[in-house]
């Protein structure tokens, strides 16, 4: 019987691979936010029924911590689900991606809560937003 040798990948070891090919290396999934009809409610439910932690809220935007990722929910009625991925550089990132065709519906900007973002969608028109923190 044929034995198959199964390996784990450090994160080390892909961000190095990563690098050697020239790809723009995904740190992690920083934010899952998606649209509720009821902030409220969806705070309750989540809270209450799922059993999560909220970690803060206002008036037009609550957060919950799952596992060092953050699960955002927000009552904007134009919302769209939105998934947030960490790079280091958002401009190198922004450039490499555009230069191997990505579609960018956004440039890279600076956010009022920190963070520097861009915009992109896959071949299936799935949106991702890359964003990037000041060291």
Not at 53 to 82: C, H, R, V
Request: glycine share 6%.
């Amino acid at each position: 019987m044929e034995q198959t040798k199964i390996t784990s990948h450090s994160k080390m070891d892909t961000a190095c691979k990563a690098k050697e090919v020239n790809l723009p290396v995904i740190e992690k999934i920083e934010n899952i936010t998606i649209p509720v009809k009821d902030l409220k409610k969806a705070i309750a439910f989540y809270e209450n029924v799922v059993g999560l932690k909220k970690s803060k809220e206002w008036s037009n935007y609550a957060t919950f911590d799952i596992g060092g990722m953050i699960f955002g929910l927000t009552p904007d009625p134009k919302a769209e689900l939105q998934i947030y991925m960490t790079v280091d550089d958002i401009d190198k990132v922004y450039t490499t991606l555009k230069g191997k065709g990505v579609k960018f519906l956004t440039e890279p900007k600076d956010q009022y809560w920190g963070g520097r973002t861009a915009m992109f969608v896959d071949p299936d028109g799935n949106k991702f937003i890359l964003v990037s923190f000041k060291k």
